[in-house]
């Protein structure tokens, strides 16, 4: 899964030369958090989100009157404010590194460009919404967490203990546990019932450390 299956083409943009109020109306009418900043041919120049153009306001315990304010602040143009080293990635970047920039870098978004020109921006929204999906949370369906040995075939072994009862698997994932020696994994299949789902999984992990219709 890639980033262009995803993202959001065509996002909102604002010009370098777009006042910090302007941008912030912009932002509060589209529900967007961020704004691309790009020049007359579609280059990405900048990036600026609501918490940057709300820095850039005054402080509330300013002596400046509101009038002051509003003259100074509609001076202050997106240039002066932007991110303008901005980390990106392409359609092509898979989902999960695009994830992993994100987390790494604490940022909520990437626009995503091709030659220098934006054709659209993945966000945290968007890859939420991929992990739902792939969870199977809106899937009704047996929810199993279980431990098995950090070696070859396990999760082979869990989905063929499924299979074999009848079980449909919605959606599975393994993630480290606690004990380098083990890993966690997460199973939901439909098809098949709580009991019958415990029984299965049983003789083929360490142990069962939850289970749940959902």
Known sequence: MFVKERMTKQPIVAAPDMSVPD????????????LPVVDKGGRLVGIV?????????????TSLSVWEITYLLGKVRLKDVMTSKVITVTGDTPLEDAARI???NKIGGLPVVD???????????????VFVELLGAR??????????PNT????????????DRGGNIL????????DQANRQVMVKASGIS???MVAALTPAVIAIQDVRES
């Open 23 to 34: 941008a912030l109306n912009q932002m509060r009418q589209q529900r967007i958090r961020r």
């Open 139 to 148: 899937d009704k369906g047996v929810r199993v967490t279980l431990s098995v």
């Open 194 to 196: 709580r009991d019958e």
């Open 115 to 129: 030659d220098g020109a934006l054709v659209g921006i993945i966000t945290e929204t968007d890859l939420f919404k």
């Open 102 to 104: 994100m987390a790494d």
């Open 171 to 178: 959606a599975i994932a393994e993630l480290a546990a606690t």
């Open 49 to 61: 989100s609501d918490r940057d153009l709300l820095h850039a306001s005054p402080s509330p315990a």
């Open 152 to 163: 070859p075939g396990q999760l082979a072994g869990v989905t063929r203990s499924i299979a």
